[in-house]
């Protein structure tokens, strides 16, 4: 890395020689190995070798932006992110990019283990995915990845931050189908930053649901207790919780939670949790991505709203501090705000077994066509099963599910004790009342 | 690099600019000089791929793709992959560029953005945003069989979008478009014209209710035919998942699976949003029809699945320096002959379901689910109340059964398509479908 400090030393000072009151200098590198199975077989392997470098300026309040990853062309992106800057009027929400300050100590990001794979293992534990899955009769894997990546992120500004963070991730995913004339498929994944995943359970799951999916029976329109599986409730969340807690949709009017801090939004059994510091989190890092430390935020404190979430901008704009929730997709945007391991607490109970009648839902489909705003949503739940005396009883064979994460926020009965990592969200299965199901 | 059966690179160079504009305020401009490359080895039955950025060595990239696809097939040695033979593609009509964005000022473009942000901000509108994005791209490729050959492509557009809020109820509207041509396509579209309606559109929702749910006879507007043609059926046409088994569509080509109105047609060669002059294998492009006259008569190749099932490749796409994988281009369902108030006299009572935010679709069950942007009740043959948060959901095959009628006033839409976490632009159009029975949600 220490070439990359000197171009990026090298930027600065040329940034503030072009008339940058601020900048700063962001860089990314990964090294990702992945092996692709189509229909029970390894189809290749691959490996993505990323890195750039995004330019950000401030003069007089106005911010540009530049990117490359074309490292001999640092210079350009300088000069291009300078001039942009220059073209825009001075924003009086822009306060200034973070300063250097404590970083917190956060554990299990990185693994050697997953650092020194070969390709040989990497096609191994490939193989026992495929395995798990085919140990189950009637069952063709369609689709499924393994990969394993290594990344360093390094940020330095001229306000004095220079921080370095690395970290490495290991995931599997498996698409199956049934055989027979009744068909059915089901997927599963897991991801963690150390090399602890059984592989073989991912497709032995996914194969069992598969299975229990068949023959699915048609069901009536009505409403009923649903328990939502991780997957399927982190899903619905990402699409139409998500986006209101951020400080920026909130600041331009685009949230439903406008002015409701301190207001009793959900049961109060109930904790949402922003945390950049979860040991092994898959969003956990030292800082977020311009550098501010994380930290951990108390979104919704037992059914109480807490705290927005806040990147440096959002946060100059309403006079508070950063909660460390800058991210960027890569070094080719702009920071904005984001959600880093967002954590569902709830006193967990045998969700199942406490339900006398309900529906239980694996995943949906097209949650990322839910209402943003308004939180209202309408997806197609798969791998369905109704409830009867607190057992699965029946697979669904279509079912529909609409609704308003805010009025089911307020109607959650249980969560379960499987707690799983869906990418960022850590959370149970949640059983909540009185949902909307279309048969 | 003998040991490998075969090998190509893609080499790209792009400058990417975009501006956003958030409730008329520049949110963010900025500039991305890319250059990386993507290569492919095989080896037995085996891919190796390796992709890099920025100041790489072409030779040692491919050379460490070739180790892969050599590693694989001696850890997992599988059947022999075959590719159909690939002729040097012919480049021919290449979209012409009237006016380079690169020649227009950046305080232009910010200003236009800014007319049009004006323009989406009707009365009753509470904020907006927009979004302008221009990008040229010249592309290289070569593979081991000796082919050579290159293009340069712009590409241009916007989005806007207007919110409006009332009672703590919020409703969007959004327009765009976007094009292979340079600046003059803000000439060719009224811009403002359409940015004020994305503001009409968001106004109106807000006094719009929502349907109880049902089945019921349903007309789609172009925009969500289009959107149903692309996800529903275009994506279970396309070879790589009919070999995976992930497709309703295996082992129906010659069946009839369709109201014999339908015809679905997939063709890189025009130049809408969707174009290339050849794929990412260097294949030259060239129109597929999916479904003719209501009967499955072919799926999208690339050179491995038209080895395997037999077809035409010339459908394999990556976005950037991917690994290119079996896409669509510009998918729509071809020109009927019914008039659209004929189609309202016809279904009688039903809904009018317009525009799409977006859908999804399990093309192994053929099962889809798609929101619609807004509609309209149908009561004896005329558009009555409208209607907000309404979706359209239901088996593939059953929907393209039962078109009744088709339009003639055939429109496609641009936008990006995602798929093995890769986005490539693509467009998709329809003219109005009518349908027999659809299962229609709201909440």
Redesign the interface.
């Known amino acids: 890395m220490s070439d990359i400090y000197d171009v990026a030393t090298r930027s600065l000072k040329l940034a503030e020689k072009c008339g940058a009151d601020e900048a700063e200098f962001y860089f990314s590198s990964s090294k990702l190995t992945s092996?692709n199975v189509?229909?029970n077989?390894?189809?290749?392997?691959?490996?993505?070798?990323?890195?750039?470098i995004g330019i950000r300026i401030a003069i007089n309040g106005a911010?540009?932006?530049?990117?490359?990853?074309?490292?001999?062309?640092i210079d350009?992106?300088v000069r291009?992110?300078v001039?942009?800057a220059r073209?825009?009027?001075s924003?009086p929400d822009w306060s200034s990019l973070p300063s250097n300050s404590d970083y917190p100590d956060v554990s299990n990001v990185f693994s050697d283990q997953i650092n020194n794979i070969g390709?040989?293992e990497c096609?191994d534990l490939t193989?026992q995915m495929i395995e798990g899955a085919t140990s189950i009769p009637d069952i063709?894997v369609?689709?499924g990845s393994f990969s394993r990546s290594v990344g360093n992120q390094l940020i330095l500004n001229t306000n004095g931050v220079e921080i370095e963070d690395h970290g490495t991730a290991v995931s599997g995913f498996v698409?199956v189908?049934t055989t027979g004339d009744n068909?059915?498929?089901a997927y599963d994944y897991s991801i963690s930053r150390n090399l602890d995943i059984d592989f073989s359970a991912i497709g032995r799951n996914a194969a069992d649901l598969a299975l229990a999916s068949i023959n699915g029976i048609p069901i009536e329109?009505h409403r009923t207790n649903v328990i939502f599986h991780p997957f399927a409730f982190s899903d619905i969340l990402e699409s139409t919780f998500l986006p209101s807690i951020d400080a920026d949709n909130v600041q331009?009017?685009?949230s439903?939670l406008i002015g409701k801090l301190g207001e009793e939004l959900t049961v109060p059994e109930l904790t949402l949790v922003d945390d950049g510091t979860l040991s092994g989190g898959i969003e956990t890092s030292v800082s977020d991505e311009e550098g501010t430390p994380s930290q951990r935020t108390t979104v919704v404190g037992n059914g109480v709203l807490d705290s927005y979430l806040y990147d440096s901008y959002t946060a100059g704009k309403d006079n508070v501090n950063s909660t460390g929730n800058a991210v960027r997709n890569s070094y080719?945007?702009?920071p904005s705000v984001g959600t880093r391991n967002f954590i569902i607490e709830y006193p967990p109970s045998d969700i199942i077994s406490d339900t006398d009648g309900g529906v239980f839902v694996n995943t949906v489909?097209?949650a990322?066509?839910a209402?943003s705003?308004?939180g209202?949503f309408?997806?197609?739940a798969?791998n369905a099963f109704t409830i009867k005396n607190g057992q699965i009883d029946k697979p669904i064979k279509?079912l529909?599910i609409?609704?308003?994460i805010f009025e089911m926020l307020k109607n959650v009965t249980g969560a379960g004790y499987d707690v799983k990592k869906a990418g960022g969200m850590v959370t149970p299965s949640i059983r909540i009342k009185n949902v909307?199901v279309?048969g | 690099m003998s040991e490998v059966d075969f090998y190509d690179a893609r080499i790209i160079d792009g400058t990417i600019t975009s501006i956003v504009l958030?409730?008329g305020?520049?949110e963010?401009?900025?500039?991305?000089?890319?250059?990386?490359c993507g290569v492919r080895a095989l080896c037995g039955g085996?891919?190796?791929?390796?992709?890099?950025?920025?100041?790489f060595d072409l030779q040692s990239t491919i050379a460490?793709?070739s180790e892969?696809?050599k590693?694989?097939d001696t850890?997992?040695s599988?059947e022999k992959i075959s590719l159909i033979p690939a002729p040097p593609p012919a480049i021919t009509d290449l979209p012409v560029v009237a006016i380079d964005p690169a020649d227009i000022s950046?305080?232009e473009k910010?200003q236009l953005l800014k007319d049009l942000d004006q323009h989406a901000r009707v009365e009753g509108v509470?904020?907006t945003s927009a979004v302008y994005s221009e990008s040229s791209v010249k592309l290289q490729y070569m593979s081991s069989e000796g082919i050579e050959c290159e293009y340069e492509l712009t590409r241009i557009g916007f989005a806007v979008t207007s919110?409006a809020?009332e009672n703590?109820?919020?409703?969007?509207g959004r327009e765009s478009r976007f094009g292979v041509c340079g600046y003059e396509l803000f000439d060719k579209h009224d811009v403002f014209e359409l940015a004020r309606s994305a503001g009409n559109t968001a106004v109106e929702l807000l006094n719009a209710s929502?349907p109880k749910?049902g089945s019921l006879p349903v007309i789609l507007d172009p925009e969500l035919a289009g959107v149903f043609a692309h996800e529903a059926v275009g994506h279970a046409s396309e070879a790589?998942l009919v070999?995976?088994?992930?497709s309703i569509l295996e082992n129906k080509i010659g069946e009839q699976i369709a109201s014999p109105m339908i015809n679905i047609i997939d063709d890189p060669t025009l130049h809408e949003y969707g174009y290339f002059p050849f794929d990412s294998e260097g294949m030259e492009a060239r129109k597929t029809t999916i479904i003719e006259d209501g009967v499955l008569n072919s799926y999208l190749h690339s050179r491995e699945t038209a080895a395997h099932l037999g077809g035409i490749a010339g459908h394999s796409r990556a976005q950037g320096y991917s690994?290119p994988v079996v896409r669509m281009s510009n998918t729509y369902i071809d020109n009927g002959d019914a008039e659209f108030e004929e189609m309202l006299e016809v279904i009688g009572n039903g809904m009018y379901l317009i525009g799409s935010?977006?859908?999804?679709?399990?093309t192994?069950?053929g099962?889809f689910?798609?929101?619609a942007e807004k509609g309209y009740m149908i009561e004896n043959g005329e558009i009555g109340a409208l209607l907000r948060?309404v979706?359209l959901?239901g088996q593939t095959l059953e929907i393209l059964n039962n078109v009744t009628m088709v339009g003639n006033d055939l429109k496609m839409n641009s936008g990006r398509c995602g798929k093995s976490g890769q986005l490539v632009p693509v467009s998709d159009g329809s003219p109005h479908i009518s349908i027999s029975k659809a299962?229609v949600?709201?909440?």
């Open positions: 092996a189509r229909k077989t390894i189809e290749g392997a691959k490996e993505l070798v990323s890195e750039g911010l540009g932006y530049a990117s490359t990853n074309i490292i001999s062309r350009d992106v291009t992110a001039k942009s073209v825009r009027e924003d390709l040989g096609i193989q063709i369609t689709s698409d189908i068909i059915s498929t329109t331009k009017g685009r439903s080719v945007s702009n489909i097209g990322h066509t209402n705003i308004s209202d309408s997806v197609e798969r279509s529909m609409s609704g308003n909307n279309v | 958030d409730n305020k520049i963010e401009i900025s500039t991305n000089y890319t250059r990386g085996s891919w190796g791929f390796t992709s890099a950025e920025g100041d460490s793709a892969l696809a590693g694989m850890k997992a599988q950046i305080e910010v509470n904020s919110i809020t703590g109820v919020y409703q969007a929502a749910g790589d070999l995976e088994g992930s690994m935010r977006g859908g999804q679709v399990n192994g069950e099962v689910q798609f929101n948060d979706s959901s299962l949600g709201g909440s």
